[in-house]
């Protein structure tokens, strides 16, 4: 198990930032860390990281606990902070050498692996550029690249494309995406796409506790006990007749689309197409409506 946490407890002045939450992240995962502002996500990266100590539970990562065993367990992490910390006044791979020396023992494999990360990252045409001179996207890049620069087994992304454009946040994510392979990679956002085009799980925090911990098609289904079904027919039709067929349980018209609200474990569809024929009814649209990672996250964090 790449990350193990274990009844994570954080407590500020006596406010709990995190409480009480366990979960594991194994090789190969991207896992979505997702929660309101404020609901512990960055202390808990924190504490996996190592930069904070946690106030009770265990953390480990890569077998070694982030307590008793902090170098070995940072050895093993890249991460990149919310507010990427670079130094401005430093070139691109004037940069990238400097914070490799700190990980990377082997000058050889450190004049190796530099031109990879930079290649990998897309830095190419700007590493002969001051990081101040950068664009916000290619400051992600670089941020990427210092965390990737010794191989590490675990990669912590804390909202890594905030304040990105659409263009750049597309680049990141098939960057995040090509890394993962042979890492477990745990990111925090507030972007749902992201969630539902890059994470294997997901897990959901409010409060300070942990809320869900499943693969984001299950997490759609969270207590849901009907379904929605929306259906137009090219006739105008008196849409209480559709209540005859079984596993309905309500229907509402708006305009010329017909909402019918059925039970979960029933699909009403084969009778709806057979309540249309046998009615001499033409129907021209059926969708089942199903829930967004937004619905899922407002239901999950209401207060």
Known sequence: MSIEVKNLTKVFNAQSAVDDISFTAQKGEIVGFLGPNGAGKSTTMKIISGFIPPTDGVVKVCGFDVVQKSIQS????????????????????????????LHISSKRFLRE???????????????????????????????????????????????????????????IRELIRSVSKDKTVIFSTHIMQEVQALCSRVLIINNGRLVADDVPEKLKNIQEETVVISIEFKENINPELLKTVSGIISVKQKDQIILLEAEKDIDVRPAIFKFATENGYTLVGMNQETKSMEDVFRQLTKS
Do not use: W
Not at 148 to 167: K, Q
């Open 113 to 171: 692996r530099v031109p990879e990360m930079i290649e990998l990252c897309g830095l190419q045409k700007e590493q002969n550029k001051l990081i101040r001179a950068l664009s916000k996207g290619y400051r992600q890049r670089v941020g990427l690249a210092q965390a990737l620069l010794h191989n590490p087994e675990v990669l912590i992304l804390d909202e890594p494309t905030t304040g990105l454009d659409p263009n750049q946040i597309i680049e």
């Open 74 to 101: 940072r050895q093993n992490i890249g991460y990149l902070p919310e507010h990427n910390p670079l130094y401005l006044d430093m070139y691109v791979h004037e940069y990238l050498y400097f914070v490799g020396s």
